[in-house]
Each structure stands twice: as structure tokens, then as C-alpha cells.
């Protein structure tokens, strides 16, 4: 894989022995480079990491929507936004909250009508939940 980013060396200690063997015969036999494999484990570790956080902040978005209905209903017709848990504004149009959430890197924003119904929601390019 080709890469524009600068590659580092590292040392990686308390790896066992016995695991280093197998990914070294495992990167060889793929005819890729241990560097390469550890390199790309460590990309997708790292992505699945934030994945896992994503989805924990979507959860307490939807948590916090659903438990204060209530209190958010009684903004009809206006628009807010969710996030981090709580409630980040409310505003007179969709285009205005949508334009406060862009900073944040998970939120709902909603015109309030009827309670929303849970869908797919899209996140940025290529994520999904």
C-alpha cells in the first residue's frame, strides 16, 4: 500500500515470541513486509477504536432525545441539535442548526414535529450506523 505519510521505525517490547514468529511466517507468506502487517493491524485497530466511539456518542444522543422528549417537544417547528448527550441549541431553521452542529463530530439534528423514528443516520463520507 502506498502511503504519502513519512514511516517511522519503532520498537515494540513485551511482543511473545511465539506470536512474532507466526505474523513474521504469516507477513512472508503474503509477501508483505512485518512492518507492513503490523503497520495495517495497527490501522485498523485504531478505526474500529473510533468506530466503537462513534457509536457510543450516537447511543447517548438517542438516549438523551428519548428521555427528554418531553421537554424537546415543546420546541415545535423548530430545529435542534443533540450532541455529546445533551442539548446543544435549538434555532428558528434547520439550516442554522445544521450549520451549528458542522464543528462537532457526532450530532442529530431535527426539526421538532413528531417524536423522530430511528433510521440509518450518515456520518460524514463513509460511515454508517
Do not use: C, H
Request: no cysteine.
Amino acid at each position: 500500500m502506498y502511503s504519502v505519510v513519512p514511516k517511522k521505525n519503532i520498537l515494540i517490547r513485551d511482543v511473545d515470541e511465539l506470536v512474532y514468529r507466526r505474523a513474521k511466517a504469516a507477513a512472508a507468506a503474503k509477501g508483505i513486509t512485518l512492518g507492513s502487517a503490523v503497520g495495517d493491524a495497527l490501522a485498523g485497530w485504531a478505526k474500529e477504536s473510533e468506530d466503537r466511539e462513534l457509536e457510543s456518542e450516537v447511543d447517548a444522543n438517542l438516549d438523551f432525545i428519548r428521555s427528554s422528549w418531553k421537554k424537546i417537544r415543546s420546541n415545535k417547528g423548530k430545529a435542534v441539535v443533540v450532541s455529546g448527550g445533551r442539548l446543544r441549541g435549538v434555532f428558528p431553521s434547520y439550516e442554522q442548526a445544521r450549520q451549528a452542529a458542522a464543528g462537532r463530530k457526532v450530532a442529530i439534528v431535527f426539526t421538532v414535529d413528531k417524536k423522530p423514528v430511528e433510521r440509518e443516520i450518515e456520518f460524514g463520507l463513509d460511515l454508517e450506523v
